[in-house]
Every structure is written in structure tokens, then in C-alpha cells.
């Protein structure tokens, strides 16, 4: 049976808004149940971020399970089955048309990706102009092509290259980033030296190490807000902050609304 392809701007489930661009387009989309998708593809290459709820996707003998605000790249006509969890979900969508990455010289993996914490900050930051009305055109661009820079095949041979041990090192902060830890303490770890570590990771990726893992840490805290039933103070621990003052300075830098405020907005969705 052949996959049903989803033209431009279509979903299964509902969608409950949409701003677009000539380059992009964003739609946030829920599901108020939980549901199992038939096979199906989409006509544009999109990311995706889950905001709320429960999320399995198989793809090419693959299976992902999405956290909230984890980003995944699926590219155009690749056929897929998802599976919504028992309470729902709610996702935003970022579809990008195909001409003017063409005329951008940009080609996107072949392949169904998740992305790393960068990724992720790119569309809160969206998401959050998006809830409340503000969104730019050259605010979706921006993220757009960020997104895409990040999904691209040019990336992905440089990430294929990377050393052995600066693929653990990232493997360790994405699994221990809410743990206490130190650039010596990776580098111990991975097998050379901290000034090394620390200088070939911003050549790489143009950012302090400390810096990505404030990233993934707030990229925590927002699913844990979502969650509910824990206190900033509680999710600041969780997420490896050292204390609620610091939390609050770094989300504000990263998502640019302070962790009450993002709560506020998220209840309001």
C-alpha cells in the first residue's frame, strides 16, 4: 500500500495556527487523544518539536521517542508511521520550501534526524513569538535557515568526521547534563586534555562547552515546566542548574522570557 503524502501546511490532527514566509511556514498542531497514524509522508522537508504530551515515530527501521522540545528533521517524502500517547500531543512545525534552499546551494539529509540543543533553543524562542503574536517574518527566516544549516548533508559529513572522542563527549553531556559537571571531569573521561576538549569544541560548534550544556539544561526545565507538579526551585535542581538565581539569568539569555513567564504562556497554548 503506498503512503499517503501530505501536501504543504497538512497534518493528521489539528491545526491551530499557522504563520508563513516565502522561504517557511510554522503550524502548530495537536492531537487531544492518543492515536496511531497510518503510513504517510510529507511533500516539504519540515523540523518538528514536541511541546507537550507523548510522541513515537518509526522511520526506516528506526524508532524515536520524542521528549518535549527535543527537535526532529524529517526530510520531504520519507514514509513514516507515528504514534500519538495516551494523553495527546502538541507539536510546532516548521516546513521549509524546497526553491530557495536550491538557490542557497543548501541540501538537506536524506535521512530522519534528531537534532541537537541549539536546535531546540532556535524554536522555543519561535514558539514563544509565535504564542504571543509577535512572530516576525525575519524572525521565522532566521530560524529557518538555522534549522536547515543544521540538517544539512555539509553538516552531517562534518559530524561523520568528528573524532571519536568528541562524539562521547557530546554523548555525555546529552545523557549527564543535569549532573554536576566539569570540563575536566569529561575530558578525563573521553581521553584528553581540558584545554584541548575545550578549544576544539568551540572551533567546532562556536560555542563554550558550558555554554551548550546551559542549553540542554534549559532545554529540560521547559519539559519539566510543561509537565507540571514541580516548583521552579525543584526544576532548576533537576535540570543541573546551581541555584534558582542562576536558572532564572540563563533562561531569560537563552529563551527570552523569564521560567515564570514561560509557564504563564505555556498554560495559555
Not at 522511520?59 to 495516551?86: I, K, S
Not at 494523553?87 to 543548501?106: H, K, N, R, S, T
Not at 521547559?222 to 525543584?234: F, V
Request: glycine share 8%; charged share 20%.
Amino acid at each position: 500500500m503506498t503512503a499517503r503524502c501530505l501536501e504543504a501546511g497538512c497534518y493528521y490532527g489539528a491545526v491551530r495556527g499557522v504563520f508563513s514566509t516565502p522561504l517557511a511556514r510554522i503550524s502548530c498542531v495537536s492531537h487531544d487523544h492518543g492515536r496511531a497514524l497510518p503510513e504517510h509522508d510529507h511533500a516539504l522537508a519540515y523540523f518538528c518539536m514536541l511541546l507537550d504530551g507523548s510522541y513515537t515515530e518509526s522511520v526506516a527501521g528506526r524508532t524515536f521517542d520524542y521528549e518535549p522540545y527535543r527537535v526532529g528533521f524529517h526530510p520531504a517524502r520519507m514514509p513514516h508511521r507515528d504514534a500519538v500517547g495516551t494523553d495527546g500531543a502538541c507539536f510546532l512545525c516548521l516546513e521549509v520550501q524546497a526553491a530557495p534552499l536550491e538557490a542557497a546551494g543548501i541540501r538537506l539529509h536524506a535521512n530522519t534526524l534528531l537534532l541537537p540543543g541549539e536546535a531546540s533553543m532556535s524554536l522555543l524562542r519561535v514558539h514563544r513569538a509565535f504564542a504571543r503574536g509577535t512572530l516576525t517574518d525575519i524572525d521565522l527566516e532566521a530560524a529557518a535557515w538555522e534549522l536547515c544549516g543544521d540538517a544539512s548533508r555539509d553538516r552531517s559529513a562534518t559530524e561523520r568526521a568528528m573524532p571519536g572522542w568528541l562524539r562521547e563527549c557530546l554523548a555525555i553531556v546529552e545523557e549527564e547534563h543535569g549532573e554536576a559537571l566539569t570540563v575536566a571531569s569529561i575530558a578525563r573521561r573521553v581521553g584528553v586534555h581540558p584545554v584541548h576538549l575545550s578549544r576544539e569544541f568551540r572551533r567546532r560548534y562556536g560555542q563554550a562547552i558550558g555554554e551548550y550544556v546551559n542549553k540542554l539544561r534549559v532545554r529540560s526545565a521547559c519539559a519539566r515546566i510543561s509537565r507540571g507538579g514541580e516548583s521552579l526551585a525543584q526544576v532548576a535542581h533537576a535540570s543541573g542548574f546551581a541555584d534558582h538565581a542562576h536558572f532564572c539569568r540563563v533562561f531569560k539569555s537563552t529563551v527570552g522570557c523569564t521560567p515564570s513567564e514561560f509557564a504563564l504562556l505555556r498554560y495559555s497554548m
